[in-house]
């Protein structure tokens, strides 16, 4: 399930309001999934970001 962490939205700045995406795509799926990086949303601002953080582990 997406999980809100600590991380921080680069728009709008507000931290603890990021949740994961389901990354959309194979291009995007192999991307991300070689770089080890993963797609996060802001709730607020709907700001999509990648980060290296899956999630699961806070
Ligand atoms: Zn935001």
């Known amino acids: 399930m997406a999980k809100i ?3 921080r939205c ?3 700045e507000v931290k603890g ?3 994961r995406v389901n990354r959309k795509g194979w ?3 192999e ?3 070689r770089l080890g ?3 996060w949303e ?3 601002c709907r700001a999509k970001s ?3 953080a899956r999630g699961d582990n806070s």
């Open 10 to 12: 680069r728009r709008c």
């Open 17 to 19: 309001e990021l949740r």
């Open 42 to 44: 802001c709730v607020l």
């Open 50 to 52: 990648y980060r290296f």
């Open 5 to 7: 962490t600590n991380l």
């Open 27 to 29: 291009l995007e799926r």
């Open 31 to 33: 991307f991300l999934t």
């Open 37 to 39: 990086l993963y797609p």
